[in-house]
């Protein structure tokens, strides 16, 4: 009997070690978001073609943009590229691009510059189609002069739209559309973040290239008053840009305003900003599309 016993015990802790092992099932991948991700382009005027080497650099490492918003020079740059246009074929119209074909000026108008030129120009290269055509939706930001309202265009004549964004105050004249004249979105919004929260963006990846006080003292009149609104833009866009994901700033202040033969080095300068930030920016939007646990559960 007590043979049987033990020959039963053993028998048991066999088939105890063949039985199979039992592995934990593996844990659920975290649950992700679709982001909407804006792009803001702020102004600057030539300093602008630097827009055109952060875009290289964001196609280049595969970071999508669902929409665009632009102010000023940005407005520009972001209207070709909500048109359709990659970066490569952008550069491509910078570099045959130059001042003279931008300038219309009216001695009439105390030598201001009309802005017909800048507008036809634009409506040319997106083969004349509407914002609301575009392949991305799309803002131009600009200053209404009758009662200083921030206006942001999402639908009408891209041109247009383009020419009011771009009217610098003193330099061209304010573009009239509706009745309302417009100028420089810059004065209101110098990198239009807001507006890409308007066109949806849950995710806005800023461009700065506004220009900073240097540390001189300017001294003549015209020095004073040109630092003065560099000042106050500092201050204005800094309220803007804190609300902004990431905010890319290519080292652009030592080119001039209107220095058209330094297309080259701007472009560069957004190529090597866009390049540095683009860790950042594939951190916070993995983060950012992450579902929280606890509405996952839900």
């Known amino acids: 009997m ?6 039963l015990l ?4 066999a088939l105890a070690g063949c039985a199979p092992v039992r592995t934990p099932p593996p844990a659920d991948p975290p649950l992700t978001r679709r982001l909407v991700v804006g792009l803001a382009l702020g102004g600057g005027a030539a300093k602008g073609f630097a827009h055109i080497g952060v875009i290289k650099m964001l196609e280049a490492s595969g970071i ?6 632009g102010t000023s020079a940005g ?6 590229y909500a048109s359709g246009m990659d970066a490569f074929a952008m550069q491509q ?4 691009l130059d001042e003279a074909s931008l300038r219309d ?9 009309q802005g017909r030129k800048l507008q036809d120009y634009v409506d040319g290269l997106v083969r004349q ?8 939706p799309f803002a131009a930001v600009a200053t209404e002069l009758e009662t200083g309202q921030r206006t942001v265009f999402r639908h009408g004549d891209t041109g247009a739209a383009v020419r009011a964004s771009c009217s ?3 330099v061209f004249e304010p573009a009239a559309i509706d009745g309302r004249h417009y100028v420089d979105g810059g004065v209101v919004s110098p990198v239009p973040v807001d507006a890409a929260r308007e066109l949806g963006a849950d995710f806005v990846i800023a461009v700065d290239i506004s220009a900073r006080s240097d540390g001189s003292l300017p001294t003549d009149m015209f020095g004073i008053v040109g630092r003065s609104v560099v000042i106050m833009g500092q201050h204005l866009g800094a309220q803007e840009l804190a609300r902004a994901d990431v905010v890319i700033r290519p080292q652009v202040n030592g080119l001039g305003a209107a220095d058209f033969t330094q297309k080259d080095r701007a472009i560069m300068e957004g190529e090597k900003a866009a390049l540095g930030a683009i860790p950042l920016i594939r951190a916070r939007l993995a983060a950012a599309r992450q579902i929280p646990s606890a509405v996952a559960s839900h």
């Open 64 to 69: 999508h943009v669902d929409v665009v918003a």
């Open 129 to 136: 189609r509407p914002i609301e055509r575009l392949k991305l």
């Open 2 to 7: 007590a043979r049987c016993l033990r020959l």
């Open 75 to 80: 407005s520009v740059v972001g209207a070709l």
């Open 168 to 170: 610098v105050p003193g």
């Open 105 to 113: 000026v009216r001695l009439f108008s105390g030598g201001l510059v």
């Open 10 to 13: 053993l028998l048991a802790v």
């Open 93 to 96: 119209s910078a570099i045959s």
